[in-house]
């Protein structure tokens, strides 16, 4: 974990570890537990929570590891998670709920169902997805105080 | 036993602790034993953890049969109250120390997620899709 945060902004990052189930999640509630004691409200807690949880476990199952960023103003909280994978082949596709290209590993953990990035989407008011064929993926996220 | 939380802007919201849910669900606390009159509102059924995070809202009771410590980290990030691992499946002890370490009471049973789930929806306690109560719904 790194700091580089300025007066007016907190700023974290968290590595995330490739492929390791054991300890995928852990940086997502260490995200939510500092989102919380700034004081935000408990809903705005939980769609940061969700859609970092998600974003995290995209990076653990497909993006061979990366870094998730947490930016804290005054007014809005702001993810950068970036991964090293392959890249999404067809975004609108992989935007649709349901589709997946998740292992049997994955959904015997009770993941890849298809509702991750959906469900980044439904947690923030703001997510900007950049992807390229064969250098990851990095996934923008807003979530607005107010 | 079965209470109604009293809201003044919302209609009554029934909700049970979960000492009431382990007597119900013939379960067994597995940790959390401080925990047990934390006041349940509604209930989530599922092992698919994708869609706990997208269909719960808050405070929710998790019944699953998966047993890993992405259960434990789902619940945490979801909100939720308080996890019944059901079909006697029991979780191992480095599940049960992550629960341990993110407050949620365990309870272990052996009947099945339908039959649990129809103990509780008996009782008053219902799914997301028809509670009333709580800030987001």
């Known amino acids: ?50 859609a970092a949880f998600e974003a995290e476990m995209n990076v653990v199952m497909y993006g061979g590891g990366g870094f998730l960023e947490l930016h804290i103003t005054a007014d809005r909280v702001r993810l950068v998670i970036k991964d090293q994978g392959p890249g999404i082949s067809d975004l609108d596709l992989a935007m649709q709920e349901g589709w997946s290209t998740a292992t049997t590993e994955m959904r015997e953990m009770g993941f890849g169902a298809g ?24 996934v923008l996220l807003e979530m607005d105080a107010c | ?42 209930v989530i059924s599922c092992d698919l953890m994708s869609d706990v995070l997208a269909f719960s809202k808050h405070q929710g009771l998790l019944l699953t049969g ?11 990030v979801a909100g939720m109250l308080g996890i019944v691992f059901v079909r006697g499946k ?12 993110y407050s949620l009471p365990v309870l272990f049973t052996n009947l099945s997620m339908f039959e649990a789930s129809g103990r509780l929806y008996s009782r008053g306690l219902r799914g997301y899709c028809s509670f009333q109560g709580g800030e987001d719904s």
Do not use: C, Y
């Open chain 1, 1 to 50: 974990m790194t700091s580089k945060e300025t007066p007016d902004e907190f700023v974290r990052q968290f590595e995330i570890v490739g492929d390791d189930f054991s300890s995928a999640g852990a940086v997502s509630i260490a995200v939510k537990r500092l989102v919380k004691e700034v004081g935000f409200s408990p809903e705005l807690v939980r769609r940061v929570a969700i």
């Open chain 1, 115 to 138: 509702m991750g990035l959906p469900n980044m989407k439904k947690n923030s008011d703001r997510m900007q997805v950049l992807t390229d064929q064969g250098r990851g993926t990095t």
């Open chain 2, 1 to 42: 036993m079965l209470m109604s939380l009293n809201n003044t802007n919302k209609p009554s919201t029934p909700a049970a602790s979960m000492a009431s849910i382990a007597s119900w669900l013939e379960a067994e606390p597995l940790t959390g034993a401080q925990w047990m009159d934390r006041l349940i509102e509604v």
């Open chain 2, 66 to 76: 998966l047993t890993n410590q992405q259960v434990i980290r789902t619940a945490e």
């Open chain 2, 90 to 101: 029991r979780p191992s002890q480095p599940v049960l120390d992550l629960a341990e370490e």
